[in-house]
């Protein structure tokens, strides 16, 4: 795989460096697939990620967030039904993962469900009172009137 160099984009940009940093990260790790997911728009300010969690129990998964994180972790205990098993073909990869997403601010989960193989995470973008948009009235000036003037 070649390997590309930012560095020259370094030199001729202001303010660009963490953009850069992150292309040079992704360029440099493989793009991680297991497990699968989906990252959707359910309205204007909420979002769900599903993630595919065939095998996996909601014991065995653990959601985090901090500081705009969001950390998914999932590890199952092999043999925990007390059983040996023999497979004689293994498509359902029960293997532990750990995803990782960065939340823009003010984006906060607001709940996860485990359903049919799949787990769905809610986020809602919130933004507090001081940054939600909002109108500002115009007065208009009054224009002068005959008593506002003085006689000399």
Do not use: C, W
């Not at 500081?67 to 925990?80: T, Y």
């Amino acid at each position: 795989m070649q390997r590309l160099d930012f560095t020259p984009f370094y030199r001729s940009t202001v303010g660009f460096d963490r953009l850069f940093s992150r292309l040079d990260n992704l360029v440099g790790e493989d793009a991680k697939t297991y497990p699968p997911y989906n990252i959707e728009r359910t309205g204007d300010d909420t979002y769900r990620v599903s993630i595919a969690v065939a095998g996996f129990s909601t014991g065995d998964i653990s959601i985090e967030t901090k500081e705009n994180n969001l950390v998914v972790k999932g590890a199952r205990a092999n043999g925990s039904d007390g059983k040996a098993r023999e497979f004689l073909h293994r498509g359902i990869a029960e293997r532990a993962f750990e995803l990782r997403f960065q939340l823009a601010e003010y984006v906060e989960v607001s709940g996860a469900a485990l359903e049919n193989g799949l787990l769905h995470i809610e986020l809602k973008r919130e933004l507090p009172e001081s940054k939600r948009p909002r109108q500002i009235e115009i007065k208009a000036a009054s224009a002068p009137t005959i008593e506002d003037k003085t006689v000399n």
